[in-house]
């Protein structure tokens, strides 16, 4: 045992891969007979994932889940920026052009509707819980966008670090929430094909939220959703710390 703890040790990252393979195979198993296929194996992977990360982080009072345990240490590289970065531009080589064109206008006009309305929403309730000035309901707002728009507005507007990592937080809700819940919400969203999916992706917003949420539906729908929501991102980090972030100055 010391022998193969000592091996695993050396080559983390090649664990952190076997290991991540094994909750596959077994969120698939619980998916088939536990779940008769009603809820995805991606879904599941990524609830047992939280769920270890949250054990490993409670018993080992790190801040980096279960790469804080030696072992395990590889999931600081395999679930870092880089890859998941990585991962999100590759899944625009598989977008088909023609599809992307079939959005047109609602396309657009759902990524706009997506980057103000949770902005909005994000804004009203940073008001309502007691956080008047313009620059935390900003950095606020910009969390319920996504976990990425949130500390770069708050950075780029001068926001306290407990209200960035409150955005932060936000975001981080928010992401799970498509994780989980798009699987369970896919047929009553029609979200079935390419158009569907790029519109769900102006929507939403959140591109980890979204590429595994559609991961959990259709795989072939990912690069679609993902890319817009890429899209959105940008336009997030462009319009919060800027349009947004000055339409509330005259007022609070």
């Known amino acids: 045992m010391e022998t193969l703890m000592g091996i695993l040790s050396k080559n983390t990252l090649v664990t952190a891969l076997a290991v991540t393979g094994l909750m596959m195979f077994v969120s698939h198993l619980l998916s088939k007979y536990l779940t008769r296929g009603k809820l995805q194996s991606s879904a599941i992977a990524i609830m047992l994932g939280l769920i270890l990360a949250y054990i490993a982080g409670t018993f080992t009072g790190g801040s980096k889940g279960v790469a804080d345990v030696s072992v395990l240490a590889g999931f600081a590289l395999l679930g870092g920026a880089s890859i998941r970065d990585l991962a999100i531009a590759s899944t625009a080589f598989e977008v088909d052009v023609k599809e992307v064109r079939r959005a047109g206008r609602i396309g657009i006009f759902a990524l706009l509707l997506g980057c103000i309305v949770p902005f909005a929403i994000g804004a009203a309730v940073a008001w309502l819980m007691g956080y008047r000035d313009a620059a935390s309901m900003a950095t606020i707002g ?64 959140t591109t980890s939220g979204v590429a595994a949420g559609l991961a959990a539906t259709d795989v072939r729908l990912v690069p679609y959703g993902a890319l817009v929501a890429t899209f959105y991102t940008g336009l997030g980090c462009l319009l919060a710390p800027s349009v947004f972030f000055l339409a509330l100055t005259p007022f609070f």
């Open 142 to 205: 910009a969390g319920a966008m996504t976990y990425i728009v949130g500390p770069i507005t708050g950075t780029a507007v001068g926001a306290p670090s407990e209200i960035i990592a409150l955005s932060i937080a936000i975001g981080l809700i928010k992401a799970v929430f498509f994780m989980v819940c798009t699987p369970l919400l896919a047929k009553f969203m029609y979200l079935h094909s390419p158009r569907a999916a790029m519109i769900f992706g102006g929507l939403a917003g």
